[in-house]
């Protein structure tokens, strides 16, 4: 370093950097957009690394804001611990490892969970010897009489399964899980902590696609795993360590300002879901409304227990009348405001069609098993006016209208 100074490439490279933290308290968490953490001695970075004294090390490892966000959804969810992933997908992933499965375990999955996680299971798991077996969790009396002869060291379910929308009684199953001695994963991301918080109904994992309500917006992916008990954590942390699929900086950024609003746009796409729902319900295009809070669903007052009320979550399938699946790309064309989109939970009202997107990988014989026909079209509802949902959904049923000797032009 001579009296010149630093040469301008080395400006470039540390000016500005490494200064003291700002004075005054961000109101909100800044975004720590660095890799890596830097100490005044080497002495501390030891202390770091041994754990005798709090801080972060390295991005992988942990980050600040990061763990703001994973705060957050651990108070939301009521746990001991959460940890944040890159997407959904890596969350379960890392929830499922932090049960500790050996070779020749066995995973008890709800029939109808989301496609990938049963891809997961069987691919991934599979693979290392871990065997799936399936039930279906909204008969009680079957998933136990299933459990006790599997002998599972892990359940599954959703809240609320895809795409038939069926709530799951999450106490009853945990209870066959302690049973069974299992653990039991609930993948939250249909209802989210708003709706739903599974750790106090018995569940030992809450799981998010944080891609999906948490974020709201379309824009981002992420996972959050939330554990009931502490012990998980090194687990958990472990995977985000070793496997790598961490969240990034920005996401986190992005999730956690979607969280401040999770309430105000649940509350509205609920609603909408609820009046949607009521309206298709007498709709003679449409022949099936899969919605937890009709007339015409079974064991309403569990969607009580599990959910919020008044609210049945803001999504709203329907099977129409004309069953296949031309005449559901017609109806989905049609669309002109509903966005047709592979997600869920975003401010703006989705449509997207099971048999060819979720479940693609599935067979058509399995799907048929399940109830996932051709002419069935999942609606995520947004928070738009819900006249404009309801009349872009109106006209779309008409002008998509096969079989009755209509000319459809377009
Ligand atoms: C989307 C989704 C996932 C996967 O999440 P990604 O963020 O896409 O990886 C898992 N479970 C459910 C219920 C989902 O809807």
Avoid at 124 to 137: C, M, P, V
């Amino acid at each position: 370093m001579g009296k010149k100074g630093l040469g301008i490439n080395t400006q470039l490279v540390h000016a500005g950097e490494r200064g003291a933290p700002p004075q005054g308290k961000p109101v909100s968490t800044p975004i720590y957009a660095t890799a890596t953490f830097t100490y005044d001695s080497m002495a501390e970075v030891d202390q770091v690394f041994a754990g005798e004294q709090q801080g972060y090390i390295y991005t992988r490892y942990g980050n600040p804001t990061v763990a703001a966000l994973e705060e957050a959804v651990r108070v939301l969810e009521a746990g001991a611990a959460a940890c944040a992933y890159s997407t959904g997908m890596a969350a379960l992933h890392a929830a499922i490892f932090a049960c500790e499965l050996a070779p020749g375990a066995t995973i008890l999955a709800s029939q109808d969970l989301y496609g990938a996680t049963i891809d997961l299971l069987y691919k991934i798991f599979g693979s290392y010897g871990i065997k799936t077996a399936t039930a279906d969790f909204s008969d009680v009396a079957a998933l136990r009489a299933k459990a006790l002869e599997v002998g599972p060291r892990v359940l599954i379910a959703e809240t609320i399964s895809n795409p038939l929308l069926k709530v799951c009684d999450i106490a009853a199953c945990a209870e066959i899980a302690r049973e069974v001695r299992a653990r039991f994963i609930v993948d939250n991301t249909f209802t989210s902590p708003y709706l739903c918080q599974p750790l106090k109904l018995g569940a030992d994992f809450s799981v998010h696609s944080a891609t999906k309500y948490l974020s709201g917006h379309a824009d981002v992916m992420g996972g959050v795993v939330v554990a009931r008990d502490e012990v998980d954590l090194p687990t958990l942390i472990g995977v985000m360590k070793l496997v790598g699929g961490i969240l990034g900086v920005w996401e986190a950024h992005e999730i956690h300002r979607g969280l401040k609003t999770l309430s105000v746009r649940m509350d509205r796409q609920c609603a909408n879901a609820a009046s949607l729902a009521e309206y298709l319900s007498s709709h003679s295009r449409v022949s099936r409304v899969h919605y937890p809070a009709l007339a015409t669903t079974p064991n309403r007052d569990l969607m009580k227990r599990v959910l919020r009320s008044p609210h049945a979550g803001a999504l709203v399938s329907i099977e129409l009348q004309e069953n296949t699946r031309e005449a559901a790309f017609r109806f989905m064309d049609a669309l002109t405001l509903c966005v047709r989109s592979t997600s869920l939970g975003d401010v703006f009202t989705s449509v997207l069609h099971p048999a060819t997107a979720s479940h693609r990988e599935m067979s058509p014989k399995r799907r048929l098993q399940l109830g996932i026909t051709e002419g069935l079209v999942r609606i995520s509802v947004g928070i738009e006016d819900v006249a404009d949902i309801i009349e872009d959904i109106q006209q779309a049923l008409e002008k998509s209208a096969g079989g009755g000797g209509r000319v459809v032009y377009s």
